[in-house]
């Protein structure tokens, strides 16, 4: 079964930390893109970060310098280390995986950040 599912979500106050974590299941989890998007309310799903199978990043300008992607393909889960928290943070926050030689795009269920004091 190919499931990926999401923890690490909670209440945090501006300026602090979390750790999200993504464990995949079902995949060859290491030649996978894996992506975290998030989604406040009422807003578009936003893209926020990328690791690629040969560990290339990339991030949103609005999480730069705050956030880190990373993974580890030993325990198939992928990270969002997320510093600096700030209340437009406060999203639900999706991790996806996506494999374009099999053509497979598989999403979490979510979990809910929320950064307020």
């Known amino acids: 079964q190919v499931q990926l599912v999401e923890s690490g979500g909670g209440l945090v106050q501006p300026g602090g930390s979390l750790r999200l974590s993504c464990a995949a299941s079902?995949?060859?989890?290491?030649?996978?893109?894996m992506h975290w998007y998030r989604q406040a309310p009422g807003k578009q799903r936003e893209l926020v970060a990328t690791?690629?199978?040969?560990?290339?990043?990339n991030y949103a300008d609005s999480v730069k310098g705050r956030f880190t992607i990373s993974r580890d393909n030993a325990k198939n889960t992928v990270y969002l280390q997320m510093n600096s928290l700030k209340p437009e943070d406060t999203a639900v926050y999706y991790c996806?995986?996506?494999?374009?030689?099999?053509?497979?795009?598989?999403w979490g269920q979510g979990t809910q950040v929320t950064v307020s004091s």
């Open positions: 996806n995986g996506v494999n374009t030689v099999v053509l497979r795009n598989v």
């Open positions: 079902g995949i060859r989890f290491s030649i996978y893109t």
């Open positions: 690791i690629t199978s040969r560990d290339n990043t």
